[in-house]
């Protein structure tokens, strides 16, 4: 998505060069602005690199296509679009421009070794058969946005009821508790986290739907040993 808005600014006239950082931020809604004019940036291909990855765009570190002609010879959006993490799962499988821009590091910082960063390591951990889970006598219904039918929260209930006899208490826990708060209506205002606590909720119930396996994780802290606190499916 990025390195789409980024070529279609470069294919526009935007009056003076320098007039396509506030530009491509302004789209991008990056927080963290560079001001060209003051510091007399020598490359603005290299400026917009310097713009992504402080906002933090996350590049892709694995394996890769291999790519016609090196990157310094490309246009800077070629060149994004090569390095680029371009595999987010968007949930319910539809493009959403809102849900990648929120698919980005916080608090970056470039160092000569790469990019440091404040976020969360998993350690992936045992998985649960959904294949064997009860049936749900609850009907099925259409949920609205933000918030959780019976179906899908009796479906979540299971899990939790699942995941304790488990001996993942923390895990049920935090689900119970989740589900206590919707069935007490106690998120109050909708916000982006409470939305995406409900899209992913609804992802878990779609994957038990499938009988597809659940993968747990647990924080990497040190050498620690932690409890699961996370689901992956």
């Not at 694995?62 to 060149?79: A, D, F, N, V």
Request: aromatic share 6%.
């Amino acid at each position: 998505m990025t390195a789409k808005i980024i070529n279609d600014v470069e294919r526009r006239d935007a009056g003076h060069a320098s007039d396509r950082l506030p530009i491509i931020a302004n789209c991008c809604q990056y927080s963290v602005r560079l001001h060209t004019q003051s510091q007399q940036a020598p490359s603005l291909s290299l400026a917009t690199l310097a713009m992504c990855l402080l906002n933090g765009e996350i590049l892709h570190n694995g394996p890769r296509e291999s790519t016609s002609g090196l990157l310094s010879e490309m246009t800077i959006s070629k060149c994004l679009e090569t390095l680029l993490f371009q595999g987010f799962c968007v949930p319910g499988g539809k493009p959403d421009l809102t849900f990648n821009k929120r698919c980005r590091f916080i608090n970056v910082h470039l160092t000569g070794s790469g990019v440091r960063t404040n976020d969360h390591l998993w350690r992936l951990g045992p998985t649960v058969d959904t294949a064997t889970f009860p049936v749900s006598k609850v009907p099925q219904t259409k949920s609205k946005v933000g918030s959780l039918t019976p179906y899908q929260q009796d479906r979540l209930a299971q899990l939790a009821i699942i995941l304790r006899s488990l001996s993942h208490r923390d895990l049920a826990a935090q689900i119970e508790t989740s589900l206590d708060r919707i069935d007490k209506d106690q998120y109050g205002t909708t916000t982006f986290p409470r939305d995406y606590l409900h899209t992913m909720a609804i992802e878990v119930v779609r994957a038990i739907d499938q009988k597809r396996k659940l993968r747990l994780a647990s924080l990497c802290k040190s050498q620690s040993t932690t409890p699961c606190t996370a689901i992956f499916t």
